[in-house]
């Protein structure tokens, strides 16, 4: 069982140096063990073990192997440990079948125990290697490569994404069914992937194939068939990502590129959606109008994304929507009962988080109306969902989400904005300002991520027991995600709080080693000032993120982040780099492996 990164490559001489390449591009989707297979004329050569890519590289490289068809896998295990036995490729008992796979197989033990008993013999604990065995008993049986790929595919319940090779073909053979999987057109040949940065470098010629979709490569064809052989013309896409958007650029991690290039990515966000003069907002597919019907809405979404989606409750219910945000793992079980008029918001970067494409699966047939909020263009979500909004940010590598998020609260407040001109009764305040502040928030982001002192900060706030994130409003999903960075990069312990809960309990925790951080927009500070005195009372160090216009707040905190005057709806956004830049200096200081922090992978296909 696996949530990993897939990749393939033909029509190359020898394509050793292109899979390894798109292995290290994939990493982020999964670090604990790698490996591919070569077509090498003379059999299959299979390479794998524990350990990162680049362990792989070096083995890989010392041996020298060639191929003119390949594929390759980078894994994050959730069953099955992350041994080379466990790595992908998987082979069959013969070794003239290598099969790569993401997702679960859910009726594995069944397959497994019944091709056991047909004699054949497994090397690993992975779901993934019944596949090979499959096919391998259907060429045995007589079927062509093809025809054992589809046999051994029609057999499988759960989701995957499957690329295989048989010996002496120089062909793979791919499909997909709940896990994504793109095809690269290039010059010189094809790629299939996870996921596009794999070979954005090569080619930006893309086929997203559809679940059920059999795609047949060799090195200068492509044939995609539905499940029963029938042909299918799909047009290829060119997507709008800038290879180097992928790339590190001199940066010791993507994570802290991927901050600094915040300013950016808001502008792509926003770019010709706003007219702040006027007061509009133009959502390219969602005309004035779109959302006549809307009576409220329910947001769905996993980590980062769910505190954006907390977020954006708070700025549709400031605009008179009745909204609730909930994690998607736990939608089924706490989700009212879907009346006419819900609008169900699926918010996800990647477009393949299995837990949130589960929540809205489940109100598929329900009278409710569904869109999806994402980063990627041709994502499942984007393709499940009755509707898609693309928060343009570009493409994010480091496992830690950081632009995404900002592009992300953009979005769904350029949403909600929409929203309230387009429900009778409700209404921003005041659109106009709250829209010319979007437009200087590229600006402003710009302001903090170049003079920000979150590294002084950070050394000074180092090696405190614990660190406690507080806030209220939007201030409060903010203080949720700036704990769970913290806890996610640094491995110290950090918790999130709504300012107002301390004293129902956490308090009890508070000592002068609990470093607590304190987020204020403009709204309400004088109540989380209070919490901050309370917590100064127990002699806990208090780092303020505000606006340095805030006297009060900056005479109370011990250490100050300062961020620009703005209006509070936008000031979290702004808190917020300066919560990540702060993670990312203490990450830094204690040499953590911040673009890749342990037991966790980008994209998590698995519920
Ligand atoms: C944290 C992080 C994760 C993701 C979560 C949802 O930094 O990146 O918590 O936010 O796994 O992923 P998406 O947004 O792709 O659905």
Known sequence: ??????????????????????????????YDSAGIA????????????????????ADVRRRRPSGEIGIGHTRWSTHGAPTDANAHPHTCCGGDVAVVHNGIIE?????????????HEFTSETDSEVVPHLIEERLAAGDGPEAAFRAAIDRLEGSYAIVAMVDGRDAVYATRS????VLGIADDGYFLASDVPAFLEYTDRVVFLEDGDVATVTASTHTITDSDGAMIVRTPETVDWNPEDAEKRGYDHYMLKEIDEQPDALERTLEGRIDAERGTVDLEAFPPGSFADVERVQLVACGTSYHAAAYAQRLLTHRGIPATAHRAGE????????????????????????????????????????????????STISREADDALYIRAGPEIGVAATKTFSSQVATLLLLAERMAADVDGAGSDDTSAVLSALESLPGNLRTVVDNTDAGAIARRANGRESHFFIGRDVAHPVALEGALKFKEITYEHAEGFAAAQLKHGPLALVTDDTAVVAVFTGRHDEKTLANVREVQARDAPVIAIASEDSHSVVEAADELLPIPDTEP?????????????????VADLLDRPIDKPRNLAKSVTVE
């Open 1 to 30: 069982m696996t949530v990993c990164g897939i990749t393939a490559r033909t029509g190359r001489a020898d394509v050793v140096d292109d899979l390894l390449n798109g292995l290290k591009n994939l990493e982020y989707r999964g």
């Open 38 to 57: 070569l077509q090498n004329g003379d059999g299959l050569d299979v390479y794998k073990r524990q350990g990162e890519t680049g362990d792989l590289d």
């Open 107 to 119: 009726n594995h033990d069944e397959l497994r125990t019944e091709l056991e008993a047909a004699a």
């Open 178 to 181: 709940g896990s994504p999987l």
């Open 331 to 378: 939608y089924a079980e706490t989700a009212n009962t879907l009346e006419h008029g819900t609008l169900v918001v699926g918010v996800s970067q990647s477009g393949e988080t299995a837990d949130t494409l589960q929540s809205l699966r489940r109100i598929t047939d329900a009278d409710a109306r569904t869109l999806a909020v994402t980063n990627v263009v041709g």
């Open 569 to 585: 709806e936008l000031a979290g956004l702004l808190a917020n780099v300066q919560l990540q830049l702060l993670s990312y200096h």
